[in-house]
């Protein structure tokens, strides 16, 4: 069973910035591709950035509408993947969400185990 924990959304204004984490205890979050999505009600889900294993270079992905603001990347002392949000917009309010498979290596929009969320509003 994989848990997934996200942390660090809040309430920041236009052009403010916030680091999500992605954790996951007894799970080497470096082993696997991790996903992160945003999701409204009513919403589509949308991924926003993916980075792939350590064994597959990290690589990475960012949806057209965060490139250039968003970064993700891992810290693997700590176990964690970080999503930090640079030039918020209102439209970037969403509930985040970061998700993975204990058998993907490679970023693919379609993982089995997500976490509960974590709220970011951007409003001034």
């Known amino acids: 069973q994989v848990q997934l924990v996200e942390s660090g959304g809040g309430l920041v204004q236009p052009g403010g910035s916030l680091r999500l984490s992605c954790a996951a205890p007894?799970?080497?979050?470096?082993?696997?591709?991790i996903g992160w999505f945003r999701q409204a009600p009513g919403k589509e889900r949308e991924e926003v950035s993916c980075?792939?294993?350590?064994?597959?270079?990290?690589?990475?992905y960012y949806a057209d509408s965060v490139r250039g603001r968003f970064t993700i990347s891992r810290d693997t002392a700590k176990n964690i993947v970080y999503l930090k949000m640079n030039s918020l917009k209102s439209e970037d309010t969403d509930v985040y969400y970061c998700?993975?498979?204990?058998?993907?290596?490679?970023?693919?929009?379609?993982?089995?185990?997500w976490g509960q969320g974590t709220q970011v509003t951007v409003s001034s």
């Open positions: 980075i792939s294993s350590s064994s597959s270079d990290n690589s990475t």
């Open positions: 007894g799970f080497r979050l470096d082993l696997y591709a």
């Open positions: 998700a993975t498979d204990p058998w993907t290596t490679a970023c693919t929009s379609d993982f089995g185990y």
